[in-house]
């Protein structure tokens, strides 16, 4: 299949930046330009976070998209064994397990996509501190090469809720607001 220019753009954009926010509206195809991206720079290993409901969707849009011939594990359950596989697909509700997070950061990636990223907006979250900043300093996305987070809808209600993404990944962005307090 074929990108659409706007896409293509999107592509390079994702491309040229190790940390990115691809906030397209929804229905643009914003999991096409993640995974012509990954394409692109060659990723060998691929880490997908996302909504349970959204994992059979990934695994088809890289069916779909991908011109790499990829292995795919979709993560099931909370005492889910993490295989070899190159691309790794997991959902929110149990990438913060102990026996998970351990074998995700036995792991590196080239590229890791959040998906529907607003749901890291909870800055106390058990989510949002396996993935962006642990209590023992290690969060998963500290093992993927190139972060990109994807929502059309980032900001749900109020600017305070991309704190913690921003805080995280790109303090240098809300630079010298980057104490929650400062930044609400």
């Keep these: 299949m074929e990108l659409a220019q706007f896409q293509k753009e999107g592509r390079d954009f994702l491309i040229n930046h190790k940390i990115a926010l691809l ?3 929804m229905r643009l195809g914003k999991t096409a330009q993640c995974i012509a991206a990954a394409d692109k720079l060659g990723a060998k290993k691929i880490l997908v976070i996302c909504p349970a409901t959204a994992k059979i969707t990934w695994q088809r849009e890289f ?4 011109d790499k011939n990829r ?3 979709i993560v099931s359950g909370t005492k889910a064994i993490i295989g070899d596989a190159d691309i790794i697909i997991i959902n ?3 990438v913060w397990r102990y026996e998970i997070k351990m074998q995700l950061l036995k792991k ?3 590229v890791g996509m959040v998906d529907e990223c607003h749901y890291l907006s909870g800055r106390e979250s ?4 396996a993935l962006l900043d642990s209590t023992d300093r290690t969060p998963i996305l500290s093992r993927c090469v ?3 987070f994807i929502s059309g809808t980032p900001l749900l209600n109020r600017p305070r809720d991309i704190y913690p993404v921003l805080a995280a990944c790109a303090p240098e962005v809300i ?6 307090r400062a930044f609400t």
Excluded: L, M
Aim: no cysteine; proline share 3%; net charge neutral.
């Design 23 to 25: 906030a397209d509206q």
């Design 63 to 66: 069916e779909k998209w991908s």
């Design 71 to 73: 292995t795919i594990q």
């Design 92 to 94: 929110y509700d149990i």
């Design 108 to 110: 590196t990636f080239s």
């Design 126 to 129: 058990n989510r949002t501190n």
């Design 146 to 148: 190139y972060k990109w």
């Design 175 to 180: 630079h010298p607001y980057t104490s929650f």
